[in-house]
C-alpha cells in the first residue's frame, strides 16, 4: 500500500507489538478524519492483544463496511491490498493448480497497477454485501479487502453463451471481475484471476472450457456436479474446486451469494460451451437449505 497509515493499520496480527502499531495509526487517521471514533475504539480496545484481528471486533460492531469506506485507499492500494490477501488465502487451499496460479500472481503483482473505468453492476450491488458478511466472521481480512477494491473493479456480466442455452436467471444473475489477465488491473497473456459472484438459487447449467480452472467458493453450501446426470454434491464455503480441461462442471448456488476466487492458468481466449441436460428446470426449482439440505 502506498499509504503508510493505511499500512500499518493493516499489519497483520500476531507480531509483537503490532496492536499499539495499528492503534497509533488509527488515531493518525481519526485525526485526518479519515477514521471514525467508533472503529478507533475498536482498534484501542485491541492494542494489548498483538495475536487479535481488530477486524472481527469491527464486523461484530457492523464498522468493517464503514471502515472501507472512510479509510479511502487509493484504487491501485485497494487492489494490490487484494490480491495480497487473495494470494494469502490460496496459500491456505491443498488443491491442483494452487501452485501454478500463485506463480502467476506472483510474476503478475511485479507489473504497474492499471485502474480500469468502474462500472456499476447490478448484481454487486444487490448481492456482495450478502456473500461478504459471513466471510467477514471467518475472513475478515480478506472480506475488508474485497468490499474496498470493489468499487474500482470493471464487474462484467458476459453474454458469451447463447441465451436459450444458459438460462435467464444465470444470464442476469452473474458478475465477474478480473484482477489479473488481460485487460485487467494487472495484465497477464493467457491467464485470468479474479472474483465471480452469483445471485442465491441461480443454476449456472453444465457447462466445460479448454482452461484448466480453479474455483475457490467464499461462501456455501452450494452444489456441484460434474458431467450431465451425475449426482448433485453439496460443499461448503473454502472446500476449492479443480476443473481440467473440458471436463464439464455445474453449479447451483445456495442462499447465500455464491462469491469465490477463480483462476485459468492457460487457453484463457478459448470459449466456453454449454453441455446440454435434461434435468435443468428440476434443478433450477430446487432449493437448498442453509444447513446443506434439500428443501
Known amino acids: 500500500m502506498s499509504d503508510p497509515a493505511l499500512s500499518q493499520l493493516m499489519i497483520p496480527p500476531g507480531l509483537p507489538g503490532s496492536g499499539r502499531l495499528r492503534y497509533a495509526a488509527a488515531m493518525q487517521l481519526n485525526r485526518a478524519g479519515r477514521l471514525s471514533p467508533e472503529a478507533l475504539e475498536v482498534f484501542r480496545i ?9 477486524l472481527t471486533l469491527l464486523n461484530q460492531r457492523g464498522l468493517a463496511q464503514e471502515l472501507s469506506q472512510r479509510i479511502a485507499a487509493t484504487p491501485e492500494a485497494a487492489i494490490l491490498a487484494l490480491l495480497d490477501e487473495a494470494d494469502i488465502y490460496l496459500s491456505t487451499l491443498d488443491c491442483p493448480g494452487v501452485g501454478e496460479l500463485r506463480a502467476g500472481l506472483a510474476e503478475a503483482r511485479t507489473r504497474p497497477v492499471g485502474v480500469p473505468p468502474a462500472r456499476s453492476n447490478a448484481v454487486v450491488g444487490a448481492h456482495l454485501a450478502s456473500a461478504l458478511a459471513p466471510l467477514a466472521l471467518t475472513h475478515p481480512a480478506l472480506a475488508f479487502a474485497i468490499a474496498t477494491a470493489a468499487p474500482h473493479l470493471e464487474w462484467v456480466t458476459f453474454d458469451a453463451y447463447p441465451p436459450k442455452l444458459i438460462g435467464e436467471d444465470f444470464r442476469k444473475g452473474h458478475a465477474f471481475a478480473s484482477l489479473v489477465g488481460q485487460g485487467s488491473p494487472l495484465p497477464a497473456e493467457d491467464f485470468d484471476f479474479g472474483l465471480f459472484l452469483i445471485a442465491p438459487h441461480v443454476l449456472y447449467r453444465d457447462h466445460n472450457h479448454a482452461a484448466p480452472e480453479l474455483y475457490a467458493p467464499l461462501t456455501g453450501p452450494h452444489g456441484w456436479r460434474f458431467g450431465p446426470g451425475a449426482s448433485l454434491v453439496i460443499k461448503p464455503a473454502h472446500e476449492p474446486v479443480w476443473n481440467d480441461p473440458f ?23 478459448q470459449p466456453a460451451a454449454v453441455v446440454p441436460a435434461a434435468d435443468w428446470p428440476a434443478l433450477e426449482a430446487l432449493r437448498i437449505s442453509s444447513t446443506g439440505t434439500f428443501e
Open 247 to 269: 471436463a464439464p462442471h455445474l453449479t447451483k448456488v445456495g442462499p447465500v451469494p455464491f462469491l469465490c476466487l477463480f483462476g485459468w492458468t492457460r487457453d484463457v481466449m
Open 46 to 54: 485491541c492494542s494489548p492483544r498483538d495475536a487479535e484481528d481488530p
